[in-house]
């Protein structure tokens, strides 16, 4: 089955500094890249998404890469303000059939020191 | 969001007692899907459902069983509760491909606000 590895667990910026959080993952035929984000005592919630025909998406401070033959895909934050601050998850799937749910990585908990 | 409610939201039982969860949405979404998240597991799945009565393993799904007989629910039960079961549980669901979701993805899961289970 497909395996997602996330780095770093634990990630610290200063406000207004970008933040990167990369994902490997290991089946080849996943296709979907989501990205979620998880505040404090909420499920988590789908901040922005990457379909494996696309390198690159952005979406205001937000932006996801994928280098498909790397098999890696990455999240940006840009301009990072404190209620970035948040556990992100990334996860891989392959969307031929519903059956398929997503495989998770094992987050990062994102801190925005104002 | 997709109208999803978990219930009990904070439940604490005792090692060997069977428990209930449950899930409810009012979006008539076809897949529903229960997941259990640990510090350093991110979110692993537990059963997942593709339609009424129609369900499958995911990956720790040993000690778990599931029922859906109406589209709007799905109900996680654990048979006789052990410690390694105390986690938050979160269900999500999705209306499958074609939905216009934000994002477009085929699979835009929607979770639940989670349900805090502690076996003593």
């Known amino acids: 089955g497909e395996n997602v590895e996330q780095h770093p667990s634990t990630l610290s910026v200063q406000e207004g500094d970008s933040a990167v959080i990369k994902c490997t993952y290991s089946d080849s035929a996943s296709n979907y890249f989501p990205w979620y984000k998880q505040e404090l005592g909420k499920g988590p919630q789908l901040i922005i998404d990457i379909r494996s025909n696309v390198g690159e998406k952005k979406d205001q401070r937000i932006a996801v890469t994928l280098n498909k033959t790397a098999k890696h895909f990455s999240l940006h934050i840009t301009e990072t303000q404190p209620e970035d601050s948040a556990v992100y998850f990334c996860a891989a799937s392959i969307t031929d059939t519903g059956r398929r749910a997503l495989t998770f990585g094992s987050g990062t908990r994102l801190q925005v020191q104002p | 969001d997709a109208g999803i409610t978990q219930s009990p939201r904070h439940k604490v039982t005792e090692t060997g007692t069977p428990v209930t969860l449950r899930c409810h949405q009012t979006?008539?979404?076809?897949?529903m899907y229960w997941y259990r998240q640990d510090p350093g597991h991110g979110l692993r799945l537990i059963h997942y459902s593709y339609g009424v009565k129609d369900t499958d393993k995911g990956e720790v799904s040993d000690g778990y069983s599931v029922s859906r007989s109406k589209t709007e629910d799905f109900l996680l039960t654990l048979e006789s509760a052990t410690s390694s079961q105390t986690s938050v549980y979160f269900c999500?669901?999705?209306?499958?491909?074609?939905?216009?979701?934000?994002?477009?993805?085929?699979?835009?899961?929607?979770f639940g606000a989670g349900s805090r289970l502690t076996v003593l």
């Open positions: 999500a669901s999705y209306a499958g491909q074609g939905t216009l979701k934000r994002g477009s993805g085929a699979n835009v899961l929607t």
């Open positions: 979006e008539n979404h076809r897949y």
